[in-house]
């Protein structure tokens, strides 16, 4: 099965290196990327148990409906949502969904 990359960066790392949302564009991109990535998903804290999800595909997840799920959108390729939670919640409810699709794919 093709297998996701994930990573976070919390609110207070942010605040200490003075890293802006602009300043994270383009890293999800590059997991994407990665050699054996089928979904990348990279959050990023914006209040306290609230985070910022971006999801890049390459194919075989609609993350467009994944992000919808959660109340988000965005194209089948490339898509986004804000999630409520602990960061561990949320990337379990996101695999979750993204784990759904890799099976009916297959």
Known sequence: RSRGLGDVYKR????????????LDGIVSQLRITKGVECAIFLYQTKTLEYKVSLRS?????????ASYFGGGG???????????????????????????????E
Do not use: W
């Open 12 to 23: 207070q790392t942010m605040e200490f290196y003075k890293v802006v949302p602009k300043d």
């Open 58 to 66: 390459n194919g075989k997840v609609d993350v467009a409906a994944i």
């Open 75 to 105: 194209h089948v390729r490339a898509a986004g949502c804000t999630m409520q939670g602990t960061v561990h919640d949320c990337v379990n409810n996101l695999s979750e969904q993204i784990e759904k699709q890799l099976i009916k794919a």
